[in-house]
């Protein structure tokens, strides 16, 4: 029928090639092909997009104003749409007071429950809430531990006051704040801080709201004296303002958190943990694993809180479904990874009643072992037969085997993709010949050739979160994987306890990279620099023309290349600068060529474009790292803030090539990459271990496995049941061992059929 099919005309957001499509409803369809090749530019920018922007134009301007804004996408038309729900690995984020309990609202119930058939009774549902005044610890607000000041962080001991031994923000010299020490008349201000008196020292630091007697003429006269780590409090702990947001890095690292001495990290007050349901309090039950909560709950028989309980169970057993049974409730979200933070998601959807809906996953296979992928597939399943369109941007082999039908996208990234290169299903994309195709049809071999170590990273006796008395040796010169299903200890252990015993160790995340909206490629690079030298030096001007922060800037857009209309009580509309057409600069400076192009065309350039373009070797230098690492498709002038997690890890992985003789930590850089951009990667990778140095890379992908020098696998599963080291060995050795789950996995994967 018509309207069985969602109907696309003439899209050509970002790189799609004026495309035409057909996607069926109430079906599961995949959408893959290489990084860049226009999935996202087609499912999320062009579909989810116009439907997001459709059902928010349904609403009043009051609540639009308080909503996401959507441009109307580049296509001609779209026919047959549904009510989108965009389910991406956006990390849930939130503050100390966001837990997956709140977040799944499970926590609700659980307080429910307790304020039903809790003995004794002390008070309704409200109470157990550690964000309620009248439920909370009063000492720590609710939060579970305080914030207190690394005093030998906060002072050069070696310094006095009038050389700037306070190092915290704003109590530096010339800033105001140290004024009040300057000008107390309680120091000697030249006196070194090593050599206070006892006395001297407790009244820099310690002393609250006392009078001075004799200070400096510039002392306020109603000032009161406040000592340093009482004042930090009180300006910079103790209240969300924009000073402590705008500082909010710096102070990271001169506080320590603590577990609160009062509840011992229970958020609530005694009277609340009274309150108890077959022996256990509210926060007790918070600090169960999933699964061990959800046996609890089910040995609850009392009547009056059979209800809440029934729901509790639904709910938990939800979270179990897509295996998160390894989390607690009191999990803050924060500290939850994109893959975690997606499956959550997924969670307040299972419980709907609502179909006909279009359900859009963003790679829901991000962070998960080959043995979780299979609940995730259910789920999906599930989703469809209750009448739902399903779409899904996917790389994993086994979740595109569930496809009713796959859209794969190509030939290439960036310019060279943007089309539609087959559309139909998998036995048909196995034998279409196209990239994708080919790979799903590769067979995988375990790597045939080793390297030795050559020394080894010994951890020993570790205990933290899951890990139990944990000895491991990571060797060094040669790449390791480090594997296990989701929550069996591989971050704790990489993350969290490896740089404890080697500081030296160097990241390589997915994190954003803390710069202003302005940085780019080019300008992280150091590329953008060379680049206006050379325009400067082609043309006979200065260098500062071309720096879209400076004079050569477009006065319309402030060299943004977009201007934001306020429409006062409606949305703010971003569009393409009027002025200079999205080019960042004005129409004087872009009368500057250099071998025929302006600035504007080199900064929209992708990487593999400017190779071509480019013959200066320290310019072509960095772009070949930028082509070795897969981002070729990215434009010099493209945002950083626009760019995924793998993108980012990639661009810091860049950076990296040159250098030797390093420990690198890489986490999940699989995430994002088609399985041709894997080939690639590995061969980055390698490169690194030729140059001298140790790689440990914490993967669930099997092709990266299988290339490995070495592998420790964790498990046997997650949380509490995880932990312990299941195998560390060749990954030939690895598919003999019976206790492993990857070994499992990766011996059925490496059989041929």
Known sequence: MFNDYIRVFGARERNLKNINIEIPKRKITVFTGVSGSGKSSLVFDTIAAESQRQLNETYTSFIRHRMP??????VDNIENLSVAFIINQKRLGGNSRSTVGTITDIYSLLRLLFSRIGEPFVGYSDVFSFNNPSGMCSYCQGLGNIETVDIEKLLDKNKSLSEGAINFPTFELGGWRITRYIHSGFFDNNKKIKDYSTEELDLLLYSDSIKVKNPSPEWHKTALYEGLPPRIERSFLKKEDGEKIKYSKEIEYYITKETCPHCHGERLNDKVLSCKVNGKNIAECSDMQINELLNFVKSINTPVGSTIASELINRLEHMISIGLDYLTLNRETSTLSGGESQRIKMVCQLGSSLTDLTYIFDEPSIGLHPHDISKINDLMIRLRNKGNTVLIVEHDPDIIKIADNIV???????????????QGSLQGLKASGTLTGKYLSYKPELKSYTRAPKCWLSIKNVSLHNLKNLSVEVPQGVMTVVTGVAGSGKSTLINQVLPKFYPEAIFIDQKGIQTSKRSNIATFTGIFDLIRKLFAHSNGVSASLFSFNSKGACPNCKGLGITYTDLAFMDPIAMICDECNGNRY?????????????????????????????????ILKVLKRLSDVGITYISLGQPLNALSGGELQRLKLATELDNNGNIYILDEPSTGLHMADIKNLLEVMNRLVEQNSTLIVIEHNLDIICQADYVIDLGPYAGQNGGRVMFAGLPKDLVKCKKSITGAYLKKYTMTD
């Not at 804004?69 to 580049?74: A, F, T």
């Not at 009368?591 to 480019?614: D, Q, W």
């Open 69 to 74: 804004h959507y441009g109307k996408p580049d």
């Open 408 to 422: 794969d996208m190509g030939p290439g990234a960036g310019t060279n993709g943007g089309k539609i290169v087959y």
């Open 586 to 618: 004005t129409g004087d400076v872009l009368e500057y060529r250099l071998r025929g192009k302006n600035i504007g065309e080199v900064l929209k350039m992708t990487v593999s474009e400017a190779l071509e373009f480019f013959q200066e070797k320290e």
